[in-house]
């Protein structure tokens, strides 16, 4: 369904990203793991156009666009078709809970008011903020703004949803609302790429994993594979580094 | 010594009538520059180079020279200009020195107030965090529509406390209207002044106007900041 391919990006003479390729079909839940400075958030920024890449294409239901090149009316029609989630959730502080889900439905898809409110209300509701409908971000804890954040994201029906570490800024305390919340959508048959530290989210619900070091993608496959039978000695170390203890292979 | 009460109640009521012109001097200087600030400090953050060069000199060019050394400027150099310029280079037999001086006083409140709101806009709309700007993108809004929506509207809260002290600087500002004759409360006050060599009685007066006028403008840019920033409170309990 998603096929983004040989992303390269530089910041200055730095170059971030060496050559990605990425492939999302219908349903997957794609985990992106790898060390930090890997390049994982620059990678989630290309493929909503956050940043421009200097280099690679993205396919999108049959039809390419280069990245690089890729006009205003092609970016907004893409940017359509994913939600993103952010390390900062990003919320609009002007706007309610209700509101921030709101502008993504009535303005940027035109969607009738009635319908749009309809849907706020649902994905406010799956995301378990009935309740906190008319708050605005300034009165939300972290985990509530970050579910927000995941309503709005979700809110259009995306065909695929990138998470950039949702639950990196939260306190220990509120991970867990965050991660269930995200959980549920895996089983609801969502498609997600999700760049995270929690090792048990990667291994319990993805169905690929992606590990990144340096720009390039190292390794990927099931979690099975990755986590047991990692092939690549980076993958091992950094593996060792996260999960002491747990990880005691040697290729 | 002491104070013509007679006199400071006659020069009370015609100095009131120059509080539309010193009203008015304020009003369309600031319906003037609020845009122009506005643009500018987009201009400013924005990334074309010249037109940050040209707008960080005008900001420069205003700061560093004295408003009233501007009103001579305009008032005496500006009328002369456009002169010569109507009559030998458009040929036309219009007479410059028929304008009414006032729009002398526009022109040069205006490119003030302009100068310093470009400023307080610049750091309000840094204010914003750009994360939200991505957010709008990401949700699929316009730049534009974020702009409009969810970045001016913060940004405009946060100028408020600056655009109140902007507002306030320009109505007393206004009183330097005299040096162009324009007849505001300072100039009617002088006027008066003059004729029975009242000026304490007549200063009083007029402080005492300036003080009610810069208080209500003050208690308006309250008001209306304690409505706007309402998405900001936390609910106490
Ligand atoms: N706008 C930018 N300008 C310059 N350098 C940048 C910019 N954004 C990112 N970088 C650099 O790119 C590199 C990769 O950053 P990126 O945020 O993609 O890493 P990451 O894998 O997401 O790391 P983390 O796990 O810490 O979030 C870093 O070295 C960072 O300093
Ligand atoms: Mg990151």
């Known amino acids: 369904m998603l096929q983004v391919k040989n992303v390269h990006k530089s910041f200055g003479s730095n170059e971030i990203l060496k050559g990605v390729s990425l492939e999302v079909k219908k349903g997957d839940i794609v985990v992106i793991l790898g060390p930090s400075g890997s390049g994982k958030t620059t990678l989630l920024r290309c493929i909503d156009f956050l940043e421009r890449a200097d280099q690679g294409s993205i396919l999108f239901d049959g039809i390419e666009t280069d990245m690089h090149s890729a006009s205003k009316a092609n970016i907004a029609r893409l940017r359509k078709k994913m939600g993103f989630v952010f390390q900062n959730y990003n919320l609009f502080a002007n706007r309610t809970a209700f509101g921030n889900v709101m502008e993504g439905l009535a303005i940027a898809r035109k969607i009738p008011k009635a319908e749009a409110e309809a849907r706020a209300r649902e994905v406010l509701d799956q995301v378990g903020l009935s309740d906190r409908r008319d708050y605005y971000p300034s009165q939300l804890s972290g985990g509530q703004q970050q579910r927000v954040g995941i309503a709005r994201a979700i809110a259009p029906r995306p065909d695929v949803i990138l998470f950039d570490e949702p639950t990196s800024a939260l306190d220990p305390e509120l991970v867990g609302e965050v991660l269930n919340v995200m959980k549920s959508l895996a089983r609801s048959g969502s498609t997600m790429v999700v760049v995270t530290h929690e090792m048990q989210f990667a291994r319990d619900v993805a169905t690929?994993?992606?590990?990144?070091?340096?720009?390039?993608v190292v390794e990927e496959g099931t979690p099975k594979e990755v986590f047991s039978h990692p092939k690549e000695a980076r993958t091992v170390q950094f593996l060792r580094n996260i999960m002491p203890g747990e990880f005691d292979y040697s290729i | 010594m002491t104070l013509n009460l007679q006199f400071m109640k006659e020069t009370l009521v015609s100095t009131a009538a120059g509080i539309?012109?010193?009203?008015?001097?304020?009003?369309?200087?600031?319906?003037?520059?609020?845009?122009?600030?506005?643009?500018?400090?987009l201009g400013k953050l924005g990334n074309r180079k010249t037109a940050k060069r040209l707008i960080s000199f005008y900001v420069s060019f205003v700061r560093g020279t004295p408003i009233v050394l501007q009103i001579l400027f305009v008032y005496s150099l500006l009328p002369s200009l456009l002169n010569h310029i109507v009559k030998n280079v458009l040929g036309m037999s219009w007479n410059v020195f028929n304008i009414n001086p006032i729009f002398y006083a526009f022109f040069v409140f205006s490119f003030n107030t302009a100068a310093v709101l470009s400023e307080t806009f610049r750091s309000a709309l840094l204010t914003v965090s750009h994360g939200?700007?991505?957010?709008?993108?990401?949700?699929?809004?316009?730049?534009?529509?974020?702009y409009v929506r969810i970045i001016i509207p913060q940004a405009l809260v946060a100028a408020l406390p600056n655009l109140c002290n902007a507002t306030v600087n320009l109505l007393k500002s206004t009183s330097l209207a005299y040096m162009m004759t324009v007849k505001d409360i300072t100039a009617i006050a002088k006027l008066n002044a003059a004729r029975g060599y009242n000026y304490?009685?007549?200063?009083?007066?007029?402080?005492?106007?300036?003080?009610?006028l810069c208080t209500t403008v003050q208690l308006l840019f309250y008001a209306t900041e304690s409505v706007l920033s309402g998405y900001k409170r936390r609910i106490t309990i």
């Open chain 2, 132 to 146: 939200q700007m991505e957010a709008a993108l990401s949700v699929g809004l316009s730049r534009t529509q974020a």
């Open chain 2, 200 to 212: 304490i009685e007549a200063y009083l007066v007029i402080f005492i106007i300036y003080i009610l």
């Open chain 1, 208 to 216: 690929k994993v992606i590990f990144m070091d340096g720009g390039v």
């Open chain 2, 20 to 41: 539309p012109t010193t009203l008015g001097l304020t009003c369309v200087a600031l319906l003037i520059s609020l845009p122009a600030g506005f643009f500018m400090a």
